[in-house]
């Protein structure tokens, strides 16, 4: 294909994490949001359905491979490992099997640039560059690549916001509308720069501050009048300020799509998933007698301890399996949203559960039990939908959770840092709820999407899309094979009829890319930082 080819092909992707269409349909008609609605009126628009969780680490890569996550490898933040692996993986860019979006269009002749995607950490050597996003430790890290791109931003911007660097739990709100102010300037800074000084046929830059403030800033917009109601909005009219911004020095001629991984919605109450088990049998505590663990205050005395006592254990999340007997536990719940696992036989270390009908039948009376879970305080029912692994998933199910849960409106399920760290010291028959640590606003199903390009309709609301459809639509937008691989399927309703006639969706077979990746496991030092951050957007409460 010729670079003259290849021009009309030009694609940038602009990621909005977590934006919704919740909150911005009446912003956008009351004027709010003017570069969002321009684009809309020009292109087609709906609600992107997400990933199964719902979380940026599976939603977004779900979206750049075009598959679910059973054939891209990743499920949550964190998984429990298999037979003979770490007993809790802290997933990164080298646990996706799947090949990216930018592979294919490398592999095409196409140039891309990526700067801050969740779950490119560490950045992988691309036709272009890459500035990696969430799981990113600092910028003492290596997360660029080239690797002197990362003096070159600093040279130019004089600082580069990672995609937590600064931003902490105890900060006040208007700190953190600040904050997120000054990140959304910074990542705008970065995306003019290498937009100009780089040569590109495909770009894409996700902002994060959004979803930041709707984790954070939630609970201001039920306060009538409050100080920070707009606090939220403000973020949104920034993000929206700045497509605005980068768009304005784009051709006509180039293909726009603006997309986001998830919705959100309040959340009131979390579910405590493990005491649950606990308390219906399927669970075992170990007694946890006070001993040093308890005692450790710092994270730098934590890991000497750790390393000194225990050295082949010295990653602090090894200690939450230590606080439970899995000689006598049937099923745990690890990382978040809900998603229960099934202690097998050769499948984790210490399983009792046989294979078969016994796994059957345990994973029926937990259904059964857990359907029945209501808020004590209302009577309130806390499960809207509970779905089997194989019912959600297609292709290797050997890391899925063997239960997936839905929750109502209000409520969500995290593990507390704490419990990672050091083990479940308190357990209290009964326990299930608690207040959500952090946060008062999570994830939701439905994301958005917004296509505008020559070949597409104008004004046009598209009603049923997933988030695994974007990656196939996009490579046919810029005259690339499908891989057969994928789950996700093209938009063909976007797209004139005169251009789905003079452009047939083309096939290939590929998509896996586990053979050429060299797995990466942080440093303890890294893994510090990565949790740090998850706990301060209460990922990890």
């Keep these: 294909m010729s670079r003259s080819d290849q021009q009309s092909n030009k694609t940038i992707v602009l990621g909005l994490d977590s934006a919704t269409f919740d909150l911005m349909d009446p912003w956008i008609e009351a004027g709010k949001l003017p570069a969002i609605k321009k684009l809309m009126d020009s292109g087609c628009y709906g609600v992107l359905r997400s990933s199964i969780p719902p979380l940026s680490p599976v939603a977004w890569t779900s979206f750049m491979t075009g598959m679910n996550p059973a054939k891209h490898g990743v499920f949550d933040f964190i998984e429990p490992g298999l037979l003979d692996e770490e007993r809790i993986i802290f997933n990164n860019r080298t646990n ?37 996003g969430m799981g990113t430790p600092s ?37 953190i509308i600040k ?64 497509v605005g911004n980068i768009l304005s020095s784009v051709d006509d001629d180039t293909n726009v799509v603006i997309m986001s991984d998830h919705g959100a919605d309040a959340v009131y109450q979390s579910v405590s998933l493990n005491n649950w088990l606990a308390d219906k049998g399927f669970l075992t505590f170990k007694k946890m007698d006070s001993n040093i663990f308890d005692k450790v205050l710092s994270s730098d005395l934590y890991f000497k301890i750790c390393k000194r006592f225990f050295p082949d254990k010295a990653k ?37 559960v046989e294979p078969g009908e016994e796994y059957e039948r345990v994973r029926n009376e937990i ?31 050997s890391r899925a959770p063997d239960i997936v849960i839905e929750w109502e409106r209000g409520y969500n399920c995290i593990l507390p840092k704490k419990e990672l760290m050091q083990g479940i010291k308190k357990y209290r028959k009964g326990d299930i709820l608690q207040l959500p640590p952090k946060i008062s606003g999570d994830h939701t199903m439905n994301g958005i999407f917004i296509i505008k390009s020559s070949m597409t309709h104008e004004n046009k609301t598209i009603m049923n899309a997933h988030i695994t459809d974007l990656c196939p639509t996009i490579l046919y937008m810029m005259d690339t094979p499908i891989p ?27 998509g896996d890319d586990s053979g050429h990746k060299t797995k990466y496991s942080y440093s303890d030092e890294e893994s510090k930082m990565v949790e740090d951050s998850l706990k301060d957007l209460g990922y990890l409460s």
């Excluded at 930018?102 to 990526?114: A, D, P």
């Excluded at 209501?374 to 290797?396: A, F, N, Q, S």
Aim: net charge negative; charged share 30%.
């Design 179 to 242: 904050f997120l102010h000054d990140m959304v300037k910074n990542r705008l800074a970065a995306t003019r720069f290498l937009m100009e000084t780089t040569e590109w046929d495909f770009f894409m830059v996700v902002f994060m501050a959004i979803d930041r403030a709707q984790h954070k800033l939630w609970e201001y917009m039920d306060v009538d009048g409050g100080k920070f109601q707009d606090a939220i909005l403000k973020i949104y009219q920034d993000v929206d300020e700045a």
């Design 367 to 397: 259904i059964l039990e857990i359907k029945t879970l209501k808020d004590p305080e209302t009577g309130k029912e806390l499960v809207h939908k509970i779905l089997k692994g194989e019912e959600v998933y297609t292709g290797d199910l």
């Design 96 to 132: 996706c099997r799947g090949k990216t979006i930018w592979k294919y269009l490398n592999e095409q002749g196409y140039k891309t640039v990526m700067v801050n995607i969740p779950m490119t950490y560490p950045p992988e050597e691309v036709d272009g560059c890459m500035v990696s």
């Design 316 to 352: 602090k999340t090894a200690h939450f399996f230590e606080s439970i007997d899995c000689t006598k536990t049937k099923a745990f719940f690890l990382g978040t949203w809900g998603k229960i696992f099934i202690n097998v036989k050769g499948r984790f270390p210490d399983g009792i």
């Design 484 to 510: 057969d691989s994928m789950d996700g399927k093209v938009l063909i309703e976007v797209f004139k009829e005169s251009c789905i006639e003079n452009r047939l969706v083309k096939y290939c077979k590929d």
């Design 139 to 175: 910028t003492s890290s290596e997360f660029t690549y080239p690797p002197d791109l990362k003096d070159r931003l600093f040279d130019e911007l004089g600082t580069y916001i990672t995609d937590l660097g600064g931003f902490n739990t105890t900060m006040k709100a208007e700190n």
